[in-house]
């Protein structure tokens, strides 16, 4: 089993950059394609990005292309999520999610975290 645990989030302001991390433990890490999603409020959950097991292949949703990248380091089992100029509709839930299959784009992930809320401020 391999527990997943999102930090990073809060309430930040329109324009602002932060960085989610997602932790992982009880696996081994760099056997998993890692991904992000998120869920604003009335909404259903949507794909935000995706990363291959090495780091070297990246799939990013068409919505936050050119401000969102993801990336991982496998020596501390980290996934991280960097957000650039973000927008108060980028308010959400930020979820990661761990399979062993790569790009998974749809909601089938095996593992999934608890979550962290980011709201952004206009």
């Known amino acids: 089993q391999v527990q997943l645990l999102e930090s990073g989030g809060g309430l930040v302001q329109a324009g602002g950059s932060p960085r989610l991390s997602c932790a992982a433990s009880g696996g081994t890490f760099s056997r998993y394609a890692m991904g992000w999603f998120r869920q604003a409020p009335g909404k259903e959950r949507e794909f935000v990005a995706a990363i291959n097991w090495n780091g070297i292949s990246t799939y990013i949703s068409d919505s936050v292309k050119g401000r969102f990248t993801i990336s991982r380091t496998n020596a501390v089992n980290t996934v991280y999520l960097q957000m650039n100029s973000l927008k108060p509709e980028d308010t959400a839930v930020y979820y990661c999610?761990?399979?062993?299959?790569?790009?998974?784009?749809?909601?089938?992930?095996?593992?999934w975290g608890q979550g962290t809320q980011v709201t952004v401020s206009s």
């Open positions: 999610a761990a399979d062993r299959q790569y790009p998974v784009v749809t909601g089938t992930y095996s593992y």
